[in-house]
């Protein structure tokens, strides 16, 4: 770049490749030999020879970008951003070498947790059967009770008839 060069005018260069990604230059002053210049070592454009240029990938996103300088804006958030990333990754694996025995010890208690919850399942179901149980077999004696007083009621009067019996034999 020389003295007093404006780094609007390397944009405006730039912009000549908004509609075709190849130009050819007819007529070219001092200038456009300056921006192309400083685009070919940017790595934005190419020169093909005899004039002509070709916008590279990295020309491309510039030219999206809107101008030289907002992409290098964009492209130095994008490596703070993978910096930050790194650093992340970086941190998250040592702590997994420090606890690599975590993932396991985690398994094994949650292991132990669901032994113990089919075992307590396990109780509770034959509590609850034994509960169902119960009542059977209290219905049963009550059937049975039932019965007795019945047939303590029909041999009431045969107690009573033989009794009867007795009373008039004596």
Not at 4 to 28: A, M, P, R, S
Not at 119 to 142: A, D, F, M, Y
Request: aromatic share 8%; charged share 30%.
């Amino acid at each position: 770049m020389g003295i007093g060069f404006n780094e609007g005018y390397v944009n405006e260069f730039l912009q000549k490749f908004k509609d075709n990604d190849n130009i050819i230059l007819f007529k070219h002053n001092e200038n456009d030999r300056k921006a192309w210049d400083i685009l070919v070592k940017r790595g934005l454009i190419e020169y093909l020879g005899d004039d002509e240029f070709s916008l590279t990938l990295k020309g491309k996103q510039a030219l999206k970008a809107g101008s030289w300088d907002k992409y290098l804006t964009q492209e130095q958030l994008k490596e703070e951003k993978r910096e930050h990333k790194e650093n992340l990754d970086l941190l998250i694996s040592e702590f997994q070498v420090k606890s690599k025995f975590l993932p396991y010890i985690f398994s094994t208690i949650g292991l132990i947790i669901s032994i113990a919850s089919i075992i307590i399942s396990t109780k509770s179901c034959k509590e609850q059967q034994v509960h169902k149980q119960e009542p059977k077999s209290e219905l049963i004696k009550t059937k049975d009770s039932v019965l007795t007083s019945n047939q303590k009621m029909k041999m009431e009067p045969l107690d009573n008839l033989n009794n009867e019996e007795q009373l008039s034999k004596n």
